[in-house]
Nanobody, 120 residues
Framework: QVQLVESGGGLVQPGGSLRLSCAAS????????MAWYRQAPGKQREWVAG???????MHADSVKGRFTISRDNAKNTVYLQMNSLKPEDTAVYYC??????????????WGQGTQVTVSS
């Protein structure tokens, strides 16, 4: 059973920073791509940033220069450093990971989501 557990969300003032973490646990062979998505109230879930094993990080235009995705392969963890936060960044942030488990094709797992609220 593979699980993705997120942490690090909360309430922050505009211009502030937060760091989200997402750790994968369970039995698996490898983690391929890892990514962050977000969903604001009344809106569709959108891709925020992604990073593949051994590849360069990529960010959505809306967060480029403010957010940075990184991963620690030894800890099976992906991070999202969020700086210069704006009220429009308010959303539930979800971790996504493409994971190869024994005897099955690679599958995209989701975390439970963590709330980020940017407000004064």
């Amino acid at each position: 059973q593979v699980q993705l557990v997120e942490s690090g969300g909360g309430l922050v003032q505009p211009g502030g920073s937060l760091r989200l973490s997402c750790a994968a646990s369970g039995i698996f062979f490898s983690i391929n791509a890892m990514a962050w998505y977000r969903q604001a109230p009344g809106k569709q879930r959108e891709w925020v940033a992604g990073i593949i094993s051994g590849g360069s990080p990529m960010h959505a235009d809306s967060v480029k220069g403010r957010f940075t995705i990184s991963r620690d392969n030894a800890k099976n963890t992906v991070y999202l450093q969020m700086n210069s936060l704006k009220p429009e960044d308010t959303a539930v942030y979800y971790c996504n990971a493409n994971i190869q488990t024994p005897g099955k094709p690679a599958y995209a797992f989701w975390g439970q989501g963590t709330q980020v609220t940017v407000s004064s």
